[in-house]
């Protein structure tokens, strides 16, 4: 049997490791909630295509984060610690749509990548992850830019 001692300063880093994905995968939950009700309670199928489209990526990304949370073997998530009162904001169109992305996800993803306690494989995860949101948030955009053009 091997037993692993880890220092009080990895301990520490773990930990706020630990607090930070948590609260990431909150924030990134309650988005997708939100984009999915959004998507829900529109009557055009095109554009709630392009929402699920979002969610469905969302989704992915929550899973490996969910993943690495695990591997780091912090407290047990339950699904209720994040399963809040989803508000809501008025979106009407996919430019609301990209405004409502860009500050939950863009903005959320783009600050954890300056935290400087991240390790590398943590970083380069949450930089595909960018990546990925980047091309689907090109999309929407495009989307939008097609159907004013149709119009």
């Known amino acids: 049997m091997l037993f692993v001692t880890i220092s009080s300063k990895e301990a520490e880093e773990y930990s706020y490791l630990c607090v930070r994905l948590k609260r990431m995968m909150e924030k990134m939950h309650n988005?997708?909630?939100?984009?999915?009700?959004?998507?829900?309670a529109s009557f055009d199928k095109t554009f709630a295509k392009c929402v699920y489209m979002l969610t469905s990526e969302s989704?992915?990304?929550?899973?490996?984060?969910?993943?690495?949370?695990?591997?780091?073997?912090?407290?047990?998530?339950?699904?209720?610690?994040?399963e809040k009162e989803v508000s809501i904001k008025t979106i009407k169109n996919s430019e609301d749509v990209c405004d409502y992305f860009e500050d939950v996800y863009l903005k959320t993803y783009k600050k954890l990548l300056k935290d400087k306690h991240l390790n590398e494989s943590l970083k380069n995860l949450i930089?595909?992850?960018?990546?990925s949101f980047m091309c689907m948030f090109t999309q929407v955009k495009l989307f939008n830019d097609v159907k004013t053009l149709a119009n």
Do not use: V, W
């Open 31 to 40: 988005g997708r909630k939100s984009l999915e009700a959004i998507a829900n």
């Open 127 to 131: 930089e595909n992850h960018l990546q």
């Open 59 to 82: 989704l992915q990304c929550e899973n490996e984060i969910r993943a690495q949370i695990n591997s780091l073997n912090c407290d047990n998530l339950d699904e209720t610690d994040y």
